[in-house]
């Protein structure tokens, strides 16, 4: 019903950018998608979410870091990541709630010190 791919981790050190992307398949309409991170041993975290009009949120960990957009025509959703920090590490998923939680397969983000 509803597929998600991600792209675009890898390694940087501390201080350089990334930028994530995730391509939604899905049969309904999408309103919310957002970034999730999960770091070995801690719980998964919100990052960002942007509505299908545009409002957004962050943590406060990354705000002023991180800008979340979308595609709409494309249903895709973007995370640009600068200035990241060795704390940023973590596997990255990409969400859509539609009756419930769909996640994408995780893209591993590492920064280096």
């Known amino acids: 019903q509803v597929q998600l791919v991600e792209s675009g981790g890898g390694l940087v050190q501390a201080g350089g950018s990334l930028r994530l992307s995730c391509v939604a398949r899905?049969?309904?309409?999408?309103?919310?998608m957002g970034w999730y991170r999960q770091a070995p041993g801690k719980v998964r975290e919100l990052v960002a979410t942007i509505t299908s009009g545009g409002s957004t949120n962050y943590a406060d960990s990354v705000k002023g870091r991180f800008t979340i957009s979308r595609d709409n025509a494309k249903n895709t959703v973007y995370l640009q990541m600068n200035s990241l920090k060795p704390e940023d590490t973590a596997v990255y998923y990409c969400n859509v709630n539609i009756i419930r939680p769909y996640w994408g397969q995780g893209t591993q983000v590492t920064v280096s010190s």
């Open positions: 899905s049969m309904f309409s999408i309103n919310a």
